[in-house]
């Protein structure tokens, strides 16, 4: 019940629609006088989520940055979310596809003996595809042999993803240290989460979502794809205070 509610009430949090529900204000109220600061007030909103100097110093407090050492570890694992379903051999690689990449780079150069991937599907009706079942046939491909790869498809999200992660782990016996494999603004609260759930990780981040702002009059010029980056870290955010709290 948890996870369909927090589906569909996402709406709430995202800035794209304090806009649209500002504007419609704006447009159906019939106080002049209200109808123009909803009209000002969903132009701030609209200023102030889509530049990104400041987008930009959100991340540089909220990403965790990957220390540097040169660690040998029993295990890379690596958060679903950059597969989905769709495609000629039945899936395909998202914009996140980069824990990929670094994961395959980690067992590849041996920093990392296995790989783990871990998620399920994570939509609201789901239906045959599960991502960790799909990525274990690409990594053959790259001909990383079986019984270096570890998978976990049921997972829907990352509490999942940390809870049924640990039950594979002590299956297979294969003990720390671990090298946890995720989007920099997903680590701060995938970390909360394996900690919790008792598995010790060290934080290897990876797709930033950073903008250029070398030039000074484009780090304060409106860009659509910071409005959608801030929605990517609001839900961040909201998900770290309530998996905090529960």
Not at 33 to 49: G, L
Not at 59 to 77: L, M
Not at 106 to 133: C, D, K, W, Y
């Amino acid at each position: 019940m948890y996870f369909i509610l927090s589906k569909l009430l996402l709406f709430l949090i995202l800035p794209i629609y304090w806009i649209i529900i500002l504007v419609l204000a704006g447009v159906f109220v019939k106080n002049r006088r209200t109808k123009k600061r909803c009209f000002i007030a969903a132009a701030i909103v609209f200023y102030i989520f889509s530049i990104p100097i400041l987008m930009n110093a959100f991340q540089s407090i909220w990403d965790i940055k990957a220390p540097v050492n040169h660690k040998k570890y029993s295990c890379v694992i690596v958060l679903g979310g950059f597969a989905g379903d769709g495609g000629e051999d039945g899936g395909h690689f998202t914009e996140a596809s980069d824990r990929f990449i670094q994961g395959v780079k980690l067992v590849a150069t041996g920093q990392a003996s296995h790989i783990l991937i871990t998620g399920g599907n994570g939509m609201l009706a789901p239906g045959s595809f599960r991502e960790a079942t799909y990525v274990k046939t690409q990594l053959k491909k790259f001909n990383i042999p079986d019984s270096l790869i570890l998978i976990e498809s049921n997972s829907k999200n990352t509490f999942e993803n940390a809870k049924f992660t640990k039950a594979v782990l002590e299956k297979a016996r294969i003990k720390g240290p671990y090298l946890l494999v995720t989007s920099a603004f997903h680590m701060r609260r995938s970390l909360m989460l394996f900690r919790h759930a008792g598995i010790e990780v060290d934080p290897y981040p990876c797709n930033y979502l950073t903008f250029s702002t070398h030039m000074l009059v484009g780090a304060f010029m409106p860009d659509s794809n910071v409005l959608g980056t801030w929605e990517i870290y609001i839900k961040e955010v909201i998900g770290y205070a309530v998996n905090y709290f529960k």
